[in-house]
């Protein structure tokens, strides 16, 4: 059974940072993509960024470019996602996402089926 559990969030001041965490369990990690998603209040949840299983691919929403960089760490089976710069408009919460076909080259359009519980991101301004 997949497991993603996401930690890190919190309050922030405007250009302030954060760093989340995503911890996964259950199957080979380094095997498959791994997203970050973001939703906020009344909204849509939306794609924020991917990693490759290697770590060598990743791509970004066009807002978070230069602000925000996702790594991964296969030896301890977690992503990460630097977050700099912060805008009170980053504000919600943040999902982590893998899913079920291993070494895929689709990163924005992969296919994700697992997701974590969430966690909070609130910027103020």
């Known amino acids: 059974q997949v497991q993603l559990v996401e930690s890190g969030g919190g309050l922030v001041q405007a250009g302030g940072s954060l760093r989340l965490s995503c911890a996964a369990s259950g199957r080979t990690f380094s095997s498959y993509v791994m997203g970050w998603f973001r939703q906020a209040p009344g909204k849509e949840r939306e794609f924020v960024a991917a990693?490759?299983?290697?770590?060598?691919?990743?791509t970004y929403t066009d807002s978070v470019k230069g602000r925000f960089t996702i790594t991964r760490d296969n030896a301890k089976n977690t992503m990460y996602l630097q977050m700099n710069s912060l805008k009170p408009e980053d504000t919600a919460v943040y999902y982590c996402a893998t899913g079920r076909t291993p070494y895929s080259a689709k990163l924005r359009t992969y296919d994700y089926n697992y997701w974590g519980q969430g966690t909070q991101v609130t910027v103020s301004s």
């Open positions: 990693v490759s299983g290697s770590g060598g691919s990743t």
